[in-house]
């Protein structure tokens, strides 16, 4: 963390971890990323983590989260899978983010033009796909809006399954993780979803915020 480096992490508030990647993705899509000395975070990495923010998001290629979000090593616990999905063991995932390594958010980071929601709008399936796409289809069916064309090649339903997607992702979260429950509900952690524009390079917090 390079614009905030006197925040001390176990005192760092999920508010500022929120204004930390706030300012990295400003840095980024305005192609001004701090100097790193990455020799010097290898080490100062090497015998244990402190990351102060745990994302789950997309495995898109386009769509690194460090890059992203102007982090470099140990500020990011990052979880990528397909859609973004909160899987059993992505949640497992990042309870141990939050819990164990001291994250102070959770980010659920979806974005445009996904081919995973593309994929669930179209009820494709092949094989382990469809386990991926069964835990969009939820919001697939809660976009109401859109009565034609309610497939991949309108590129208005996809995108308001695609937010909707991450709400979904949310929900599953704090309906599955006690341990998640009790970090929100004690303000240890808050957790707020995203959409990363791949034409802009820039991320639009949702206001659905956990915790914040």
């Known amino acids: 963390m390079y614009k905030h480096p006197l925040l ?11 204004d930390v990647l706030i300012d990295g993705n400003h840095r980024f899509s305005n192609n001004l990323t701090a100097n790193k000395d990455l020799h010097n975070l290898v080490m100062m990495t090497k015998d244990k983590q402190h990351p ?3 994302m789950l998001s997309c495995s898109d290629s386009r769509a690194p989260v460090e890059m992203v979000f102007d982090q470099a ?14 899987s059993d063991k992505a949640i497992g995932s990042l309870e141990f983010g939050c819990k164990y390594l001291g994250s102070k958010l959770i980010v659920v980071l979806g974005h445009t033009g996904c081919g995973a929601v593309k994929a669930a709008c179209d009820n494709f399936k092949d094989g382990h796909i469809g386990e991926i796409t069964n835990l969009i289809k939820p919001a697939v069916r809660l976009e109401k809006s859109i009565l034609e064309n309610r497939n991949s090649s309108n590129d208005d339903f996809v995108a308001k399954v695609c937010e909707l997607s991450v709400q979904v992702q949310m929900d599953e979260i704090m309906h599955t993780s006690d341990i998640l429950q009790d970090m929100v509900a004690s303000k240890q952690i808050a957790i707020i979803g995203g959409i990363y524009d791949l034409a802009t390079g820039e991320v639009r917090f949702m206001q659905n915020a956990l915790g914040l």
């Open 73 to 86: 090593l140990g500020d990011v616990f990052s979880v990528r899978l397909a859609g973004n999905i909160a």
């Open 8 to 18: 001390d992490r176990d005192k760092m508030t999920p508010q500022e971890a929120l």
């Open 52 to 54: 102060f923010v745990s």
